[in-house]
């Protein structure tokens, strides 16, 4: 039946090694995997990750007010109207800027020898700056629309959007000179933005 060993400390069954090595291994494997089903598993508890618990200030909850400014400045409208407004001022400088490095500005095409007065040059000054003023404005309306739109029917935040948005752009703004204009119009402002958004991002 039960094989004995001589060790001076009686018999011992052999026999019973096995079961009862088998049963703690068995115990620790089962231990052992309930152990990984808190820890990792399905039965991990999901902690809050709120700034109190792991010592930051407190996050307090937004108000209706708050999420309904929040989707208004997120919207494709307050874009382009933020975009408009940006594009107004920046025109309007950079059309001053260039007046006043013109040599020509105020200049009477009727009397070439005429001086021009202070306010033949501020008139000219004005006109430039509105021009450039309201071109950018438009270009910089349209672009911030087309890429907002874009961005939401995409899904995707990435450089497409601003390439895609200037080909809209620029070849919108081309075809009122013709097809070969718009074409030429698509790719250059499309190359524009690429180059613009490869050098902020």
Same mark, same amino acid.
């Given at each position: 039946?039960?094989?004995?060993?001589?060790?001076?400390?009686?018999?011992?069954?052999?026999?019973?090694?096995?079961?009862?090595?088998?049963?703690?291994?068995?115990?620790?494997?089962?231990?052992?995997?309930?152990?990984?089903?808190?820890?990792?598993?399905?039965?991990?508890?999901?902690?809050?990750?709120?700034?109190?618990?792991?010592?930051?200030?407190?996050?307090?909850?937004?108000?209706?007010?708050?999420?309904?400014?929040?989707?208004?400045?997120?919207?494709?409208?307050?874009?382009?109207?933020? $975009?408009?407004?940006? /594009?107004? =001022?920046? &025109? #309007? !400088?950079? %059309?001053?800027?260039?007046?006043?490095?013109?040599?020509?500005? +105020?200049?009477?095409?009727?009397?070439?020898?005429?001086?021009?007065?202070?306010?033949?040059?501020?008139?000219?000054?004005?006109?430039?700056?509105?021009?450039?003023?309201?071109?950018?404005?438009?270009?910089?309306?349209?672009?911030?629309?087309?890429?907002?739109?874009?961005?939401?029917?995409?899904?995707?935040?990435?450089?497409?959007? $601003?390439?895609?948005? /200037?080909? =809209?752009? &620029? #070849? !919108?703004? %081309?075809?009122?000179?013709?097809?070969?204009?718009?074409?030429? +119009?698509?790719?250059?402002?499309?190359?524009?933005?690429?180059?613009?958004?490869?050098?902020?991002?």
């Amino acid at each position: 039946m039960a094989s004995t060993v001589d060790g001076g400390n009686g018999s011992v069954s052999d026999s019973r090694l096995p079961s009862s090595a088998n049963s703690s291994y068995e115990g620790s494997t089962f231990q052992y995997s309930m152990l990984l089903e808190h820890l990792v598993g399905e039965k991990r508890p999901i902690k809050d990750l709120n700034p109190t618990v792991m010592g930051g200030l407190p996050n307090p909850m937004k108000t209706d007010d708050q999420k309904m400014i929040e989707r208004g400045m997120e919207s494709c409208a307050f874009k382009a109207v933020l $975009a408009c407004v940006g /594009g107004f =001022v920046l &025109g #309007g !400088a950079f %059309g001053v800027f260039t007046a006043g490095i013109d040599t020509n500005v +105020g200049f009477d095409p009727k009397d070439p020898m005429k001086t021009p007065s202070a306010r033949e040059v501020l008139k000219d000054m004005g006109q430039r700056g509105m021009s450039y003023a309201k071109n950018f404005a438009v270009i910089g309306a349209m672009f911030s629309c087309t890429e907002c739109i874009i961005e939401s029917h995409r899904g995707k935040s990435d450089w497409k959007n $601003a390439v895609y948005s /200037g080909c =809209v752009t &620029g #070849g !919108a703004i %081309g075809f009122r000179a013709g097809a070969k204009a718009g074409v030429l +119009g698509c790719g250059g402002f499309a190359a524009f933005s690429a180059a613009i958004e490869y050098y902020l991002r």
